[in-house]
């Protein structure tokens, strides 16, 4: 048995502790060096990377071009986390919290950052009266999802994620805690599914799309190589959404935007025109 941590007084940083992510994490905000961002030549200016809440956006944004909103298209540049790009100084502009995803919506007259990715899907969903239900009630279910995903998501990555896949060592207790919340979080979804075919009802929202990445995935088995640990196929009605979504071509080409690991063929690092899916990737989302 591990020895007792005994908290001290008053807290300090320690610079060795924090496990994968201990060269970037720190106990105080704003920019560490000077560095501007790129300006494309589309509407939406989105800074990210592809991770769940990366793609929440991305997703989104390609399901309004499927869409016909042509006023949606977006240049959309990677911001690799692992080197401290959310911590340069025009990254930090547009959100001093510097967490990937951040937006600049170029549209107007003048430029408007947008930063968290709820709010991100919001901004657009309004914009473009699309995936966001205008009649009261179907609005209300809509949104509590979505705010359902922003409280529910950092038991499943920083709770979770964090102490299974990433601690420097591994203990039972918090492995434990997470683990049980993550399944119960699961069961909340399988148990609204089982007589829903979206998760705010008959219609596809943006409540789906900010859900999709990090529950289906889980369900996928692309989360943390822990879905056996989680028994995650116990999930029937999350499995059966997750792959509907999944079929979505959209859903497909917003999962390879800004995607830096994996299969090399899944990934679009960067994506400036619909031409950057290539034929071949083209052939694979169709194929899929």
Request: negative net charge; hydrophobic residues 40%; glycine residues 10%.
């Amino acid at each position: 048995m591990a020895d007792q941590y005994t908290p001290p007084k008053v807290w300090t940083w320690d610079k060795a502790s924090g496990g994968q992510f201990s060269n970037i994490n720190r106990p105080i905000a704003g920019a560490t060096h000077d560095k501007e961002l790129p300006v494309g030549k589309h509407p939406f200016q989105l800074y990210s990377l592809g991770t769940p809440n990366g793609v929440k956006v991305t997703i989104m944004l390609e399901e309004l071009l499927a869409a016909g909103h042509r006023g949606a298209e977006y240049d959309a540049w990677l911001i690799k986390i692992n080197d401290g790009d959310q911590f340069g100084s025009g990254f930090v502009e547009i959100n001093p919290n510097s967490k990937i995803p951040a937006l600049v919506d170029r549209s107007g007259k003048k430029p408007i950052r947008v930063f968290e990715s709820g709010a991100i899907l919001m901004h657009l969903a309004e914009k473009f009266g699309a995936f966001l239900p205008t009649e009261t009630a179907a609005r209300a279910e809509t949104l509590s999802w979505l705010f359902w995903q922003m409280g529910s998501a950092p038991f499943l990555g920083g709770g979770f994620g964090h102490f299974y896949a990433y601690a420097p060592e591994k203990f039972e207790y918090p492995i434990n805690r997470y683990a049980m919340e993550v399944k119960r979080q699961l069961d909340v979804l399988d148990k609204r599914l089982a007589d829903n075919e979206f998760i705010a009802g008959g219609d596809y929202t943006i409540a789906d799309m900010a859900i999709w990445p990090w529950y289906g995935g889980m369900v996928k088995g692309w989360a943390y190589n822990a879905a056996e640990f989680l028994s995650v196929h116990e999930y029937k009605n999350v499995i059966r959404w997750a792959d509907q979504l999944h079929a979505r071509p959209a859903v497909k080409r917003g999962r390879m935007v800004n995607r830096a690991s994996g299969d090399p063929s899944e990934q679009l690092r960067e994506r400036h025109d619909a031409s950057d899916f290539d034929t071949r990737t083209q052939d694979k989302i169709a194929a899929e």
